[in-house]
């Protein structure tokens, strides 16, 4: 009998997207093939601390919406450096293993999750993961050097400015260069968390703040009148792209009460309705945005199409929602892979990745 693999599922994190990932945590445990996998779900509460869940009721339990323990035994580690990459739990008396680990499933969307601060420590323990690897997920992560790398690959994005806490922010200046109306954002966040719409003078030193609340690097960007449309990307070296999807919205912007809260807030259209041209456009431009930010697994890049048919890229997110209803695999289930046997590939190009890391040289 074949071995299963055991998956270590790693959620919740010390981001504003907590409670989201929770949900996309939720949603591939319950889709994951049993007889193929063994689950491990590990907890990160909002004080970064790692927790075990061995018979997964966090994620079973459909009320909690937060990982919170107060249990010390159901700490736990992953230790770097060790031969079996096992799965520690840290104690008075010592650490105490608890079993190894094929493979990671990182589902932590934000900063502390999908920035590569995560992916450097399971780089350094050894062990396979889902999605992309330090670099792809740090440029992703961070709206000003992704639209930087973009912008120097000839990849069409709209203009943007980006500011330190320590910077003077003038709003004639801003306002001169990007128009009205503007967003303010911070820079490493998703789920549109801290972003603001500024339509007069009036709102854009509460939306500074705001944006400030969440990370000390901030973007200002243009108004860009256009659809939303966005394209699910999968695979290492040789990446395909989805059918796109539209995000049609009924607010003034696709704001967080919008994604999650409002359910007249927004509706999807996948496929999207967009001519063979555009559909055409818009998958090449997110395979190359999807290699020139260096990602690999998966990532889900977001538009602006405009109605002279310009195509503009809004930003790539390198670990997207992921729960059933969640565009990234909505898209790709409209493109002919299952929500299950795309966690399926996920897995399987993530093992991939480090069979070849592992034959490369380290030392001479």
Known sequence: ???????????????????????????????MDKNKYEVVAIGIDKQGRWHLDESAKLLLGKSATK????????????????SATPLLRPGGAGLGALGSIDVVFPI????????GTVQGLLKLANLPFVGASVLGSAVGMDKDVMKRLLRDANIPIGNFLAFNRSDKISFAKVSKTLGMPLFVKPANLGSSVGISKVSKPAQFAAAIKEAFRYDNKIVIEQFIKGREIECSVLGNDEPMASLPGEIVVNRDFYSYDAKYLDTQGSRLEIPAKLPKAIIKKVRDIALRAYKALSCEGMGRIDFFVQANGRVLVNE?????????????????????????????RLIQLAIQRHRAEKRLRTSR
């Open 1 to 31: 009998m074949k071995k299963k693999l055991t998956v270590a599922i790693l959620f919740g994190g010390k981001s504003a997207e907590h409670e989201i990932s929770l949900i996309s945590a939720r949603n591939i445990v319950d889709a």
């Open 67 to 82: 990982v919170e323990y107060r249990d010390a035994k159901n700490a736990a580690a992953i230790m770097p450096g060790a």
């Open 108 to 115: 932590l969307h934000g900063p502390f999750g999908e920035d």
């Open 316 to 344: 790539i997110n390198t670990i997207p929602g992921f729960t059933k209803i969640s565009m990234y695999p909505k898209m790709w289930e409209a493109s002919g892979i299952s929500y299950s046997k795309l966690i399926d």
